[in-house]
């Protein structure tokens, strides 16, 4: 015997497959990813690259082993997408090396150990990173800096070799600047007034945002994703920023200073809104990117990393089955 089973409202689904939600975001993407290029040269296109290639022939490896049908779970663009998503969170002229090894945690451990897309728990370009993040601090501190050029070979040599002089590698994010200044006693005045934040790229980072908005918004107006999570986001990280700097604007930094440092516009469009380990009701979201946006301040201002937001997200992740269940529309004829 068999029984019909009911889900809740609403029950009206977009027409596109997964397939053209995955070439949206890859679409979106394109802005920043041309920013970023522009900004740190080669080894940002040299991460895309092998990224991208290096999950999708993860995804084909475990699909085989699985003995799934390759064809359409290899055409479908998640696993290329998990690569770029990587990619554009890991520093410009990180070792290959590295690179496997994120896409392995975030390809088989992250995805198919859970059953596969649809079914993961975490977001898997989220879990690669945190992974090096934990396993390889120094590496992921090898920012370059931006007033010195390199070309092609010298990224190809890092790319491949893993090694370079230590003042190579003296730049740092904005959010590295701010944490390594208030660690040593400077306040955000002063900071400013030396070059420190210029120096480490504060205006650029701006730029590379607002690229990520531009993507963003062409998500929203396609509807791929939907405005509930970003603005959670939006509004947790800058209400919680807002608060602090009002008490002491000497050693907080500022609500736009948050929101524009940093990769945060990407991790609000592009990552937080990954449909499969996000909320699934409009209040769930709401919640769910509010979450992201408190513990990114959190982390950022006590944690041991400058910006936190990928552990924000994993953390989410895990509350995620606790939102819903608190906040999805009960069945139609259903007694609480």
């Known amino acids: 015997m068999s029984f019909l089973s009911s889900s809740p409202a609403p029950h009206q689904h977009s027409q596109r497959n997964v397939a053209q939600m995955m070439r949206d975001v890859l679409l979106a993407m394109f802005p920043v990813s041309i920013m970023l290029c522009w900004t740190y040269g080669w080894g940002v296109l040299l991460n895309i690259l092998f990224a991208a290639s290096c999950c999708w022939l993860l995804e084909a490896a475990a699909l085989k082993i699985r003995g799934r049908n390759l064809q359409p779970w290899l055409n479908d663009g998640s696993a290329p997408l998990t690569g770029v998503l990587l990619a554009l ?4 002229l990180t070792p290959w090396w590295l690179i496997v ?11 198919h150990l859970y059953g596969g897309l649809g079914y993961n728990l975490f977001n898997p370009a989220m879990a690669g990173y945190a992974v ?3 396993s390889f601090p120094a590496y992921m501190a090898w920012w370059p800096d931006l007033s010195a050029g390199y070309n092609l070979n010298d990224t190809l040599h890092y790319f491949l070799y893993g090694t370079a002089a230590a003042d190579a590698f003296s730049g740092a994010t904005p959010l590295d600047a701010v944490q390594t200044g208030l660690k040593q006693m400077q306040t955000l005045p002063e900071l400013v007034a030396s070059g420190t934040l210029a120096t480490a790229g504060s205006a650029e980072w701006v730029w590379i ?21 970003p603005a959670g986001v939006i509004l947790g990280l800058a209400l919680s920023a807002l608060i602090a700097w009002v008490g002491d604007a000497a050693v907080n930094p500022s609500p736009w200073l948050q929101l524009v440092s940093g990769g945060t516009m990407i991790g609000v469009f ?3 809104t990954d449909p499969v380990s996000s909320a699934s009701s409009p209040k769930g979201k709401l919640i769910y990117g509010a979450g992201i946006g408190v513990l990114t301040y959190v982390i950022r201002t006590w944690g041991a990393y400058p910006d936190g937001f990928a552990f924000a997200v994993l953390l989410m992740n895990l509350a995620v089955p606790l939102i819903d269940r608190y906040t999805r529309p009960t069945l139609y004829g259903q007694v609480q």
């Open 89 to 92: 969170a890991l520093p410009p």
């Open 101 to 111: 090894i994120a896409s392995l945690f975030a390809i088989v451990f992250a995805k």
């Open 132 to 134: 090096l993040l934990i």
């Open 209 to 229: 945002n607002l690229a990520a908005i531009t993507g963003g918004l062409f998500l929203l107006m396609r509807r791929t994703i939907t405005w509930q999570i």
């Open 270 to 272: 592009f990552i937080a």
